[in-house]
């Protein structure tokens, strides 16, 4: 039987710039686990990231509803990937975003899209370098909009463990 891709459609945009990790996590716990019913939640574990990335995925990998925790970090390989993956996100269909609606976090997103710039590195690895140059802004909003692609990685498929029956 095939495997179908799955559809990501962004239903909202949020951003706590300048806010402390520690002020965040309860934050992030109930937006994971009671507004939006997370199944999975890709965390940027770079530098300072990695420790919430870590309490994120204790907290939320425990109790009955347990949330699959993807921590990301970033070097040349990974992000260059990562661009690779978000573009065929976009250019297979399957990353709807949400109708323009006047707010300020969209102006910004739609901003940091218009203002990304990429390079093909030469050679084998066909690097793929891309960014908001510092001079026309951020690039936050935008990043986190290409981790959408790394749920990809994530195996979905039920599982079901079974003994041997001896002991």
Known sequence: ??????????????????AKHVALHDQLVDLTRNVWKLSALVVDATGVGAGLASFLADQLGRGPRKVIVSPFLFNRKTKSDLGWAFLGLIDGGRIKEYADDGADITRIYRHQLAACTYEVLPGPGKLLRWSVPASRGHDDLLISAALTARLDQIDWRDRTSR????S
């Not at 891709?5 to 300048?18: E, F, I, K, Q, S």
């Not at 003994?163 to 001896?166: H, I, R």
């Open 1 to 18: 039987r095939g495997h179908e891709l799955p559809l990501y459609r962004v239903v909202d945009r949020m951003a706590w710039t300048g």
């Open 163 to 166: 003994g041997s029956g001896q």
